[in-house]
Each structure stands twice: as structure tokens, then as C-alpha cells.
């Protein structure tokens, strides 16, 4: 925890729930979107891309998606525009968590966001039409070593807050969690 960032443990070993501390003054505020100085829980991995995705429409449904190795990611996911319920879910292949799933609101107005480590699936919900997130990304993207678990198995069971809408045809195909055999990072 610094000044600038708060950085809170949550019920998965490795999964940071953060929330930045903006510098208000007269004129508003500036902010640290990230800091590998002070971001702790980041643990200077490499940036290899930043991504930005732009959602239309609340309710839509993205994910849930990890990369396998060697292409394994850590994430950090944050929402510059409206609300999303944000969800992780343990996929690494040794760990007593394997299959549990956390979810968060990450919103522009809080300030807030997912840091996910490799080995997890990530999905969210938008809460809110025009919805920006910010995605930093310790691995490049590979299409090769793309992989995903089913966002609406009932195995899995996440309380997605609002009804479901306009998922990808990717996103419906998607294996269910008893297919998977899970991460080894
Ligand atoms: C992730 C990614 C996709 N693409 C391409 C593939 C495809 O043609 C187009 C849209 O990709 P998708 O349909 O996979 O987009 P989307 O469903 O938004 O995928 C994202 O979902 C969320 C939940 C995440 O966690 C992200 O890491 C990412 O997997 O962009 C890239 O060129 N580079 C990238 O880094």
C-alpha cells in the first residue's frame, strides 16, 4: 500500500483488488493509472501490450479468457468509463482454489481495478451503456495459446449481477469447467 494505490488481498491468492488514489486539486485531480514503483502486487513483470475495449450496450458479456503457457498473462483491468462487474476465476492447475471464482464492481468512479495473475480466466458485465476498460497485459497476444471457460456454467456459477446480453459466438463455445484441465504456471 502506498499513497497512491491501495491494494487489497481478496479470497484468491494472487488476485489484487486496487483502487488508485487520485490527487485532487482546483482544477480536478491526477491520477497513477498504474506505477511499477508503487504497484506492488504488479511485481515489475514486463508491459507487453495495453488494450482498450469499447462496449456498447449494459448487460453484454465478455470472456471468460486466459492465455495458456508459455504465453500465461498477469492483468490489470480497469474501467475508464461506466461499470462493470468484473470476475476472475482460478484456473491454475495445483492450487486449493482451483474452480472459485471472485467478482468485483470496477467502475471510472471508483477508481478501481482487477490485477489477475496468470493462471485465472477473466470476464466481465457492463452495468452501464459506453463502457471503456484499460486492460495492461504482462504477455503479447497469441492467438495460438488462447483459452477460455464458459461464462454461464453452472459449474462455475457467477452471479453475473443483470441479465445476459450479446455474448461473442467465441464466447458461447467456450469449454465448460469440468473440460478443462487447468493451468500449470
Ligand atoms: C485480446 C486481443 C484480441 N485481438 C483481436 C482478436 C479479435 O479479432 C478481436 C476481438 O477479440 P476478442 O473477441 O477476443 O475480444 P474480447 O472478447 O474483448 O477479449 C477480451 O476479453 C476480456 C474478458 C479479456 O480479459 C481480454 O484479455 C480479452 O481476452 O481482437 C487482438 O488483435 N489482440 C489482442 O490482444
Known amino acids: 500500500m502506498t499513497a497512491r494505490f491501495s491494494e487489497e488481498a481478496t479470497t484468491l491468492a494472487g488476485l489484487w483488488h486496487v483502487t488508485r488514489n ?13 506505477c511499477v514503483d508503487e ?15 469499447f462496449t456498447a450496450t449494459k448487460g453484454t458479456l465478455r470472456g471468460l479468457h486466459f ?12 474501467c475508464l468509463k461506466g461499470a462493470v462487474f468484473d470476475v476472475a ?10 474452480g472459485q471464482w ?5 467502475s471510472a468512479q471508483a477508481h478501481n481495478a482487477l490485477l489477475i495473475p496468470e493462471g485465472f480466466a477473466h470476464g466481465f458485465q457492463t452495468l452501464t451503456d459506453d463502457v471503456e476498460m484499460l486492460y495492461l497485459h504482462s504477455a503479447s497476444y497469441a492467438s495460438s495459446s488462447e483459452g477460455g471457460v464458459n461464462a454461464l ?4 456459477a457467477v452471479a453475473w449481477p443483470i441479465k445476459v446480453y450479446n455474448r461473442s459466438p467465441r464466447d458461447q463455445d467456450l469449454p465448460f469447467l469440468a473440460d478443462i484441465e487447468g493451468i500449470d504456471v
Open 153 to 156: 456454467d453452472p459449474a462455475l
Open 67 to 78: 492465455q495458456h503457457p508459455p504465453s500465461a498473462e498477469c492483468k490489470y483491468v480497469t
Open 102 to 106: 471472485f467478482g468485483v464492481e470496477i
Open 22 to 34: 487520485p490527487l485532487g486539486d482546483a482544477r480536478g485531480y491526477l491520477e497513477r493509472v498504474f
Open 89 to 98: 476465476v482460478d484456473l491454475r492447475k495445483a492450487s486449493p482454489t482451483f
Open 39 to 53: 504497484l506492488v502486487s504488479w511485481s515489475h513483470r514486463p508491459i507487453a501490450q495495453v488494450n482498450r475495449t
